[in-house]
């Protein structure tokens, strides 16, 4: 493929098929979109229910594991990505949270002029197609992404939200409005009840575009750097390698683990792990791979007899026969459950003012021995840590494999924090509400009560919620990557757009804001001005 390109784009997921609608709007510009992962045409990605199938999945999967965690008794944690057209947008359980307003203006304060909330809030409108009637200051419904309210919940999701407040959490239906605090039923992004991944959102679309290509298939081995200018990226595919030029920019959008990894197999990263793991250094940037941030989490499960939950029995045998037709008739039933129904954000005593753990119910039993599936029925809550203090790196070794280590519990601060969420949830499930289906807790179990037991507990049970960021932090300090701007530090046609630009981690699930980040980048380098601006 010698014809050369103007922009190409590595990583087709949130951010990048935004870019890559956007770019290509001007029949002018030649944009390539490259996809190590396949295509996306799989009934396990497009219907909701499947979501659960694809996290270990070979073919739809990065099945990372990350180093062994210190403070987590040395635990390896699994680290899934989505590897497919709309990357981890095509696996994750497409909730629609925008985070705190205070989580961008902090970014703001840290050095990144223009990515305060007042700043984004328009590119978050412009995105979106709220279906729901919210508030028009705060939702946009002209964008290519569907926000709608999840088709068919399952009736033990709205007891959550009932018992949640009873202990003084109040409801709260739409978490990207006025306030983030309160429990109620995730909005997602889907469209008649099937998932609405990036891709199909807005590079679907557009395919007929005679200026867009898109790559599936196709690893990216390095960017092509000469006289500190990035002209190209070195991949592989159909068995050969070669060399994609872009005459105007390389943008990489691989993600926190995938973006920092092309980076330092380029010779861009600090001096000493380069050499450490035998890589030429092209271009000493002490931040590239640190700074790496994620949620950490904690799980109460609960056993219950109840066929009312999702679950596997006699008793669930109709539901479950029936959920097929039910979906390709009414699109309603089990299949269209994305399993994290309910949730919310709360306060703990920790709490500076604004709520420090998010929950994740699960209206079906989560095996507490780490299975997919489990006989039986239940139900479960995910709690996380919203803004940790604990910080990680990612390294590449001699084998150009990744390293991944979060280095949870590093900031003592946050084990703290996950006690009190764990047991604010534990609170939240001993509500009235759930005594017709009340079974027994199997993770932690009864008898842990203490803070000592707590603490052991989280120890040996809590992993990652799969929101990693901040790996190529935005900002202008010594150990900063790219600029406000997106371009990477010292080297010219070079730009990094994803999760791994946060400087901090945002409160909540990272799509909508890497989708905000694509918007944005696009009116970067288009040099527009920003929606709204005058």
Avoid at 236 to 245: K, S
Avoid at 249 to 267: F, H, K, R, Y
Avoid at 325 to 341: D, I, K
């Amino acid at each position: 493929m010698n014809t050369p390109f103007d922009y190409v784009i590595v990583g087709a997921g949130s951010s990048g098929c935004v870019l890559a609608n956007r770019l290509s709007a001007d029949p002018a510009v030649k944009v390539c979109l490259i996809e190590a992962g396949g295509n996306d045409n799989s009934q396990r990605i497009q219907t909701p229910a499947g979501t659960i199938t694809l996290y270990k999945s070979k073919t739809y999967s990065w099945n990372f594991f990350s180093a062994p965690q210190q403070h987590l008794g040395g635990r390896s944690l699994h680290t899934p990505r989505g590897k497919a057209l709309g990357g981890s947008s095509s696996m994750n359980s497409m909730i629609y949270i925008r985070g705190h307003a205070s989580d961008y203006d902090r970014w703001a304060q840290a050095g990144c002029p223009g990515w305060d909330w007042n700043s984004v809030l328009p590119y978050f409108k412009k995105s979106e197609n709220n279906r729901l009637g919210q508030d028009p200051g705060r939702h946009g419904t002209g964008g290519e992404l569907n926000v709608e309210a999840a088709r068919d919940p399952n009736p033990v999701s709205r007891l959550f939200v009932s018992a949640a407040q009873k202990v003084g959490i109040r409801r709260n239906d739409d978490f990207n409005g006025e306030q983030l605090e309160g429990c109620g039923i995730y909005n997602l992004t889907q469209k008649n009840a099937r998932r609405l991944s990036s891709y199909r959102a807005f590079v679907a679309p557009v395919l007929s575009r005679p200026n867009l290509k898109v790559i599936t298939d196709c690893t990216v081995h390095s960017v092509v750097v000469d006289g500190g200018v990035a002209t190209g990226v070195n991949v592989q595919m159909a068995g050969t390698r070669q060399v994609l030029q872009a005459n105007r920019e390389v943008i990489l959008c691989a993600g926190s683990l995938g973006s920092p990894q092309l980076l330092l197999a380029s010779g861009i990263g600090p001096a000493q792990d380069l050499q450490a793991a035998g890589i030429e250094v092209r271009h000493d940037l002490p931040g590239v791979g640190k700074n790496l941030q994620d949620h950490l989490d904690g799980l109460i499960t609960v056993r219950s007899k109840s066929p009312l939950t999702l679950g596997f029995s006699a008793g669930a045998l109709p539901s479950i026969v029936t959920s097929p037709w039910r979906y390709l008739r009414a699109r309603m039933g089990w299949l269209t459950t994305n399993y994290v129904e309910a949730g919310g954000f709360a306060r703990t005593a920790l709490s500076d003012g604004l709520p420090d753990v998010q929950f994740h119910f699960v209206p079906g039993y989560r095996s507490h021995r780490g299975r997919l599936f489990e006989w039986g029925h239940g139900y479960a809550v995910h709690t996380c840590v919203l803004r940790p203090g604990s910080i990680g790196e990612v390294r590449i070794g001699r084998d150009r494999q990744l390293l991944i280590d979060f280095n949870f519990l590093s900031d003592p601060e946050d084990a703290k924090v996950l006690v009190e969420g764990l047991k604010l949830a534990r609170r939240v499930l001993a509500s009235a509400e759930f005594d017709s289906i009340r079974g027994e807790e199997m993770l932690p179990g009864k008898a842990v009560q203490t803070d000592e037991q707590w603490l052991a507990y989280v120890r040996d049970y809590a992993a990652t919620v799969f929101h990693p960021v901040g790996t190529c932090k935005m900002g202008s300090d010594a150990m900063s990557v790219v600029s406000p701007e997106l371009k990477v530090h010292g080297i010219e046609g070079l730009r990094v757009v994803d999760a791994s630009i946060m400087p901090t981690l945002i409160s909540g699930n990272t799509n909508a804001p890497c989708i905000m980040i694509g918007e944005k980048a696009a009116d970067l380098i288009l040099r527009r001005t920003p929606p709204g601006a005058v």
